[in-house]
């Protein structure tokens, strides 16, 4: 057993809802899925962050693409460091399928056209 859910969810050691299941990675459901068709992309590997491997960041970024190629719109957004807001310290890829006004906001993106001025 280790202290990384990822890593116990790709051993088989913990419950997941597998959607993919590629020789490097998987994709699974997230516990909290913030809309429906939302989804982790997430090495078999353990690396802490999309920094710590070029390499295996390249081969779960190639999967995500793959899954999300005949998708809609969507974000794929991954996190270095609790201050980017990553929770689980294993390198993981959120697909977020979105939709016109669907009420999910990014920090950096309110809607507006135009910057608020000081």
Not at 24 to 35: E, R
Not at 83 to 105: C, I, K, M
Request: charged fraction near 20%; aromatic fraction near 6%; include cysteine.
């Amino acid at each position: 057993m280790t202290d990384c859910p990822f890593c116990e969810i790709v051993a088989g050691r913990a419950p997941a809802t597998i959607i993919r299941d590629w020789p490097q990675a998987i994709a699974i459901v997230p516990l909290n899925p913030v809309v429906e068709g939302h989804l982790l992309v997430i090495p078999k590997r353990h690396v802490d962050d999309f920094t710590t491997s070029a390499y295996t960041s390249a081969v779960t970024m190639h999967y995500a693409a793959e899954l999300a190629r005949d998708s809609g719109p969507m974000n794929l957004i991954t996190s270095k460091g609790r201050p980017a807001t990553q929770s689980v310290f294993h390198l993981h890829l959120h697909l977020v399928p979105r939709a016109e006004n669907d009420g999910l906001a990014l920090p950096w993106y309110s809607g507006r056209t135009r910057r608020a001025q000081p």
